[in-house]
């Protein structure tokens, strides 16, 4: 999974949050995220490759960003990715309640970097909006992982990312 994860760096380079590459040259992320990094839709974002440390500037696509009040998700486009990088495999999150979950990104924990978290995915619901998440059960899921992709480990495919991390995370 580690070959598609990158950090979201605010302005000082300091890690704010995490994003995956889910297709060729686009990253996925919170817009929350982008907000913490002190981006905008049409500005621009460095990310950095945990395939290789590497890191280039983003472009935060201003058709595809969706605030954080409503579906929270921004797509970064770069010019290009390192060698090594490789989009992850997305599947739909209908039907994976009761599988298990792992996930991964940068939580805000001292001088760790990346972490990752496990546990069960608990139920797919709907907030009042009608805009479909994922709950989850695990102590490992922190801030600084939002943006982060979760892989349903039945399919091995990203069906959501981190969204929140509190009593139980939700996911997207």
């Given amino acids: 999974i580690n070959h598609g994860v990158v950090a979201i760096l605010n302005t000082e380079n ?3 949050g995490t994003g995956f590459v889910a297709a060729e040259r686009l990253i996925v992320t919170c817009a929350h995220v ?3 990094a002190k981006a ?3 500005g ?29 998700v921004a797509i970064l486009r770069v010019s290009q990715t390192p060698k090594g990088v490789q989009p992850l495999r997305m599947s739909a999150s ?6 298990e979950f792992f996930a991964t990104g940068y939580p805000q924990l001292g001088k760790f970097e990346m972490l990752s978290a496990r546990g069960p995915i608990i139920s797919l619901e709907k907030d009042k909006f009608g805009h479909s998440y994922l709950e989850l ?13 979760v892989m349903d480990t ?13 009593v139980d995370s939700q996911i997207q």
């Fill in 44 to 72: 621009m974002v460095r990310v950095r490759f945990a395939v290789d440390n590497s890191e280039r500037f983003a472009d935060v696509d201003i058709n595809a960003y969706s605030p954080q009040n409503d579906l929270d």
């Fill in 34 to 36: 982008i907000e913490q």
């Fill in 94 to 99: 209908a039907g994976c309640a009761g599988h």
């Fill in 40 to 42: 905008a839709p049409g």
């Fill in 154 to 166: 039945a399919r091995n495919a990203v069906v959501g990312m981190v969204r929140s991390a509190g």
């Fill in 14 to 16: 300091e890690i704010v």
């Fill in 137 to 149: 059960s695990s102590q490992q899921v922190a801030p600084g992982m939002s943006g982060g992709p």
